[in-house]
């Protein structure tokens, strides 16, 4: 074919490009994970050269020319290739449209934000880090100008974690399902039932290291091609030929490395299911954080909260730990389990109330980008929000709008995608269970391979052929919405809390 | 300074050269530290890319332009700036004028050599290795006389491993050894004093790690700046600001970790002594294996091997391993960390005949490189070499020519730099001796920062500002010789076996 040796020219810069980033991660995760104390500097001095050189790959002149050359004659390439060119572009034009002197003032604003950001949440002084916000916001503005949205900036920030996705869908979406959830949270804590968490305790951090390796290796996660360290945060990171994830122990809190290691195996699943042979380009890597996070939160809620992964695991877990589930029941197990609490805290917060977090930020986001919100006005409206979607109003601004890192980057239209993964997770779950009703069984039984082969066969392996919406509706057959996930909060929140 | 300008400029590309270089050293050690078992593939595509950027950047025609310009005013530098230029222009020598072709060739054959040797050295059949070492003897030659080194192929490779050493002076040197090293290894062979290494069994790996971690830290080694870790073979990596040292664990040789944890320890203090502001360039590395290696073993031996250092460490041993050392006596435990006994494999020799296994090989590689032996005579020179120098002969060539990989990678001439090193080891420790001869005192007492200073001040702070003879001479005073060591040796061993 006419385009062939220009094609695999592409591949060659693709790959290399693809390559250096992933030698960024391991750096990252080895930073997190390994580094000694004082050694900050010496992989600071790393970052800086490979950040240097992977740039200048990705804006070699090359590169451009070859995509010109490619796009001049789009229909002589396959609809696979098409979609490499494509995202190849974007990416192209993200490396080459920002003048270089913006790239440096967002670079250096990124290292200042995070600091004014942890010394003002610390001493929860809002007014501290306004200056920062501003500057942010301004630059999120110029950057989407350079690109070619206009003023549709948070349009652009959106696109850039959901490509496809847009405010406007957004607001549709969290409209319909904030008139749903805020009652129902309502009626759940209004519930005399009331979860005790306090009844875990004293778990030695070796056996929960094990006994989780044990459930995530059932869940289908390759341990020949990844691995589970500790950090202070978790992540998942690295690409499917060599994933690694991290979570993080505490005697007294079980649940919490338990659950957030299934919840990065989800993310680890999804890459250890894209195409290995097209890692490098568009093909092989991952639609967006919202399908990214549809996988994370398909396998921690909708399979690990459910009766069935517990009648499977229960007596293990049970086995591992005799002394310290002892005194507790089933029925108790499963309800700390299944812990629904409204908390000021987003990243402490139940899948229920979490998507009303999300829902909040989003709600800011946009009035900061209309312009009807001020920056130094922020923490009047979070916490009207956080009143009314929670019922709860922060003490100070650490517990309130301080509390997120992401804003200090600039990462701005990043939240959406976890409330939208939580809705694309609740809707790839029911066209599942239709497929294949006796899923729970097979999960009860310690079987969870059908579940990830269909998710590898429809999900997985399309990369980034399509975008969430397109996924969504090609494998589900319905447009994305709410109602999906709606049903499955009430039919596992409501038996318990409200029967 | 008229050249001010041009030599910060060497500068940035020598901190570009090096901050690669020790990317990819972290990529290295977390091959044989972390890598899951199947991500090989991913493994060696990230290495393909980074060697390719490396290469590029050590060749760069702008790096060369500089080291011209600089070098045509040489007398217009301070003495350190020369010392940078030069070592500069030895790596870009190096980096541009091998062919491509034969950098391609060579990096072919090093992986088929190391395939072929594994696969010979397990079949024990020399005859399908023959071909390999012929290639790479062949590839030596031909890299000596590209560089320039005429058919002095064997002083090319030894300078490579140790600047300023040749194989005339090493032959010099190993001659005296050898003639008053034979005759000791006899006495000590001959006496009935057989220490048992059998009595130290059952030591839990866990208990190991932390007493191997108290004694490491005492001698001195920044935990701030580096960290140990499993592999299945010991090494230091890294640089200075983040040293990676890895050991490995058995029950029952609970000495082989710590000597070996010691040994890179030692490797590890003088990467950590040398000065970080100059980690890119030659003032800042190292002054070539011999050196280096006689900082690892003046820890690992005169240290390590000392009456005084388990007057301290014994009692915490002890209290580390009550059950396990119960029943050994000081005088058993003692015999048995300075056992000496004759092996065919170099990797299980005791500090004594060590020597004789390096001089072995490097009389079989200075007869290879003048062409008086043919690779495929190699067995029975080696069979006869190892009759006369150890006593021993092999049953099969596995336990003979076969058990190193070194020459499969055509890495000739690094050999010698091992006892070289323990020359230094012993000429620095009487020399060290004389100026504060309590030291062994401050030993017993725990107090290892009086050598540690020492060998800062005199060893590490030079990087590489002297060669190994040079720098010998200088802090020692006398010009390099075996008559240290072989003091050395007798002292420790004289007594503990033939008195």
């Known amino acids: 074919m006419k385009f062939d040796a220009t094609y695999a020219e592409l591949n060659e810069h693709l790959n290399r490009i693809h390559q250096l980033g992933t030698i960024g991660k391991l750096l990252s995760w080895d930073e997190q994970v390994n580094l000694p104390e004082d050694s900050a500097d010496q992989r600071a001095a790393q970052h800086s050269v490979l950040a240097e050189t992977a740039h200048t790959a990705e804006m070699d002149p090359r590169l451009g020319e070859i995509l010109t050359g490619l796009e001049a004659d789009l229909a002589l390439l396959t609809d696979e290739q098409q979609v490499v060119v494509k995202e190849a572009r974007r990416d192209y034009d993200i490396a080459t449209k920002l003048p270089a002197e913006f790239v440096r003032e967002k670079a250096k604003q990124s290292s200042v934000g995070y600091h004014a950001w942890a010394k003002a949440r610390a001493e929860s002084d809002f007014a501290s880090y306004v200056p920062v916000l501003e500057k942010n916001l301004e630059l999120a503005q110029r950057e989407a100008a ?9 349009d652009y ?11 406007a869908v957004i607001s549709e979406l969290f409209g319909e399902l904030k008139k749903e959830l805020v009652p129902l949270v309502k009626q759940i804590t209004a519930s005399s039932v009331k979860p005790r968490t306090d009844i875990l305790r004293g ?20 341990y020949r091609r990844g691995r589970i360290d500790v950090s202070l945060h978790p992540f998942c990171s690295g690409t499917g030929s060599d994933i690694r994830m991290t979570t993080r122990f505490h005697e007294d809190e079980p649940l919490d490395s338990l659950f957030s290691s299934i919840h990065e195996t989800g993310h680890g699943l999804y890459e ?24 994370s939160r398909l396998w921690e809620n909708q399979v690990a909260r459910s009766r069935e992964f517990w009648r499977y695991f229960e007596p293990r877990f049970r086995q591992t730990f005799p002394e310290q589930t002892k005194s507790v029941s089933s029925d108790e197990l499963y309800l ?3 812990t629904v609490a409204p908390t000021l805290i987003r990243v402490d917060a139940d899948e229920v109330t979490y998507n009303l977090h999300i829902i909040l930020r989003f709600e800011i986001e946009q009035r900061l980008f209309a312009g009807t919100l001020a920056v130094k006005d922020l923490p009047e409206a979070w916490n009207a929000l956080a009143g009314e979607l929670l019922g709860l109003t922060p003490s100070n601004d650490s517990e309130g709008v301080l509390q997120d890192v992401h804003w200090s980057d600039g990462a701005f239209g990043y939240f959406p995608s976890y409330c939208l993964g939580n809705m694309m997770a609740a809707q790839l779950w029911y066209s599942v269970l239709d497929q294949h009703p006796k899923l729970p069984n097979e999960f009860a039984t310690g079987d969870f391979t059908w579940l990830l082969s269909w998710l590898q066969k429809n999900v997985h392996v399309e990369g980034k052929r399509y975008d969430a919406l397109a996924l969504t509706e090609k494998v589900t057959g ?3 919405s709410p109602v999906a996930l709606m049903r499955y909060l009430r039919e596992r929140y409501v038996p318990l809390y409200c029967s």
């Open 478 to 480: 319905e447009k994305l």
């Open 146 to 154: 350079y690109l070619g949205w206009g003023d549709r900036a948070y």
């Open 272 to 295: 250890q299911g894209l195409p290995a042979e097209h890692h490098a380009n568009a093909l092989g890597r991952a639609a967006g954080m919202g399908v990214h996070e549809s996988q």
């Open 336 to 338: 700390a389990i299944n």
């Open 157 to 167: 920030m959106i696109d850039l974690h959901d490509p496809g996705m847009s405010a």
């Open 203 to 222: 778990f030695p951090c070796e056996a929960q290291s094990s006994f989780l390796h044990e459930v995530t290796e059932k869940l289908g996660f390759n």
